[in-house]
C-alpha cells in the first residue's frame, strides 16, 4: 500500500458541506484520506507503520483461507449513499463482485468490513463506524484494537443492529466462522516477519 507523506500546504477543496461521493471525486490526491458520513468530511492521515503491518499479516491469513468465490480486499471505495462514503482498512466480497465493480462497491458486495483502530480514528472506528455500517447492512464488522495486545472485536448483524462484540485477545486462537472459517491468533497481526 502506497503512503503519501502529509503536506504543509493548504489543501483547496472543492465544494461546500455537506459534501457529497461526486464533490469528493473532485478532491486532490493529497496524502489525506477522505471519507464522509451524512456529508461531513472526515479526513485522516496515511496509517502509521504497525497499522499497516497488522492489515498486511490479516491480508494474507484471510487470502489463505477464503475460499474462491470470495476475495478479501484492502482500502476499497465504499459508497453507501450519495452523502455517505467510506474507505474500510480491509473488506470481503465475493470474487464475482470485482470485476463488476468499477470505482466503488456498494453495501450489500461487502460480506465483511474491518477496521484496524489507530489513535486518530479511535471514536469514528469504536461507534460511528460500527453504526453506520450496521445501517447499511453491512453483516460482520471486526474492529481490531492495537493497543490491546492486539484484539478482535467480532459484531454480527441482528436486525439493523451489531450484536455485542465477541472478543478475541492475542494469545489464544480466535475461531472465526463469518464470512468463512478461519482461526488465527490476533497476536500474529503486530507481530515483526520471522
Request: no cysteine; glycine share 4%.
Amino acid at each position: 500500500m502506497a503512503t503519501t507523506e502529509p503536506t504543509t500546504r493548504r489543501t483547496v477543496l472543492h465544494g461546500e458541506p455537506p459534501f457529497t461521493v461526486d464533490d469528493l471525486l473532485t478532491f486532490p490526491d493529497d496524502g489525506n484520506r477522505y471519507e464522509l458520513f451524512n456529508g461531513s468530511l472526515l479526513v485522516s492521515p496515511s496509517p502509521i507503520p504497525l497499522h499497516q503491518r497488522a492489515i498486511a499479516r490479516l491480508m494474507r491469513i484471510l487470502e489463505d483461507a477464503a475460499p474462491p468465490e470470495y476475495e478479501p480486499m484492502q482500502e476499497v471505495n465504499l459508497r453507501v449513499s450519495d452523502r455517505d462514503f467510506f474507505i474500510p482498512d480491509l473488506v470481503v466480497v465475493p470474487t464475482e463482485t470485482v470485476e463488476e465493480t468499477e470505482l466503488m462497491f456498494a453495501p450489500r458486495d461487502l460480506l465483511l468490513a474491518v477496521e484496524i483502530v489507530s489513535p486518530s480514528t479511535r471514536a469514528r472506528d469504536r461507534h460511528l463506524k460500527r453504526a453506520a455500517y450496521a445501517a447499511a447492512g453491512i453483516p460482520v464488522y471486526w474492529r481490531i484494537e492495537l493497543s490491546d495486545g492486539p484484539s478482535i472485536h467480532v459484531h454480527e448483524l441482528a436486525g439493523d443492529e451489531y450484536k455485542p462484540a465477541e472478543r478475541h485477545d492475542a494469545g489464544e486462537a480466535a475461531n472465526l466462522s463469518v464470512p468463512f472459517e478461519v482461526s488465527f491468533d490476533p497476536a500474529v497481526l503486530v507481530r515483526p516477519r520471522a
